[in-house]
Structures are given as C-alpha cells and as structure tokens.
Nanobody, 118 residues
Framework: VQLQASGGGLVQPGGSLRLSCVPS????????MGWYRQAPGKERELVTT???????KYSDSVKGRFTISRDKDKDTVYLQMNSLKPEDTAVYYC?????????????WGQGTLVTVSS
C-alpha cells in the first residue's frame, strides 16, 4: 500500500490547513490510519489516529484544534488543522496499519511540510 499525502503549505499563526491521505488501493485489512509529524531536530511523534470503526485519538498538543476524519467511499483520511501555532511546523506523515490476521504492518506516506509562520 502506498500512501499519498497532500495539503501542506505555509500558513500564518491562527490559520487553518487541511491535509489529505489517499491509499493507492482499497484495503479492507487497514485497521487504522493517522498522522505523525516530525519537527526539525526532533523525533517523529503521534498527532492523531482513526480506526476503521471511527475511534479517534489525539495528542494533547493538538486536542481541540485538529480533527481527523475518514471518507470511507473515497478511502481518504483528512486532517483539519485549525488555530495553527508556530510549534505545529513540521513534516506531517500519513500512516496506515494493516492487520492480515497474523501480523501488523505499518505503511508511511512521503510526508508533507506544514510551516506556520508570520
């Protein structure tokens, strides 16, 4: 499975962006999708995930500002980011976890850069 992420860019503090992540193929074995981010000089960290049944999880740093959603018809995951702060600047990576009944496999997208700056 290849993941195509898009929607990054430059935005002013307080602004909004929406990221999208589309898998290269429909895959019923995908049990969750989500977003991670990596800021310069820092480790990659979890931002948010959504399971195949719609259960969501957010890091404390984005709760109340970011919203993850999934369009099952398009098999696309979105990340709506509002009230962006300079500390949200990072490369955002789409992630998908697939379970084939025996093992869990993880897939990563290529990353999309989000820069929050005035």
């Amino acid at each position: 499975v290849q993941l195509q992420a898009s929607g990054g860019g430059l935005v002013q503090p307080g602004g909004s962006l929406r990221l999208s992540c589309v898998p290269s193929e429909r895959n019923a074995r995908i049990i969750s999708m989500g977003w991670y981010r990596q800021a310069p000089g820092k480790e990659r960290e979890l931002v948010t995930t959504i399971t195949s049944v719609g259960t969501t999880k957010y890091s404390d740093s984005v709760k109340g500002r970011f919203t993850i959603s999934r369009d099952k018809d398009k098999d696309t995951v979105y990340l709506q980011m509002n009230s962006l702060k300079p500390e949200d600047t990072a490369v955002y990576y789409c992630n998908a976890k697939e379970f084939d009944g025996f093992r869990l496999k993880t897939y990563w997208g290529q990353g999309t850069l989000v820069t929050v700056s005035s």
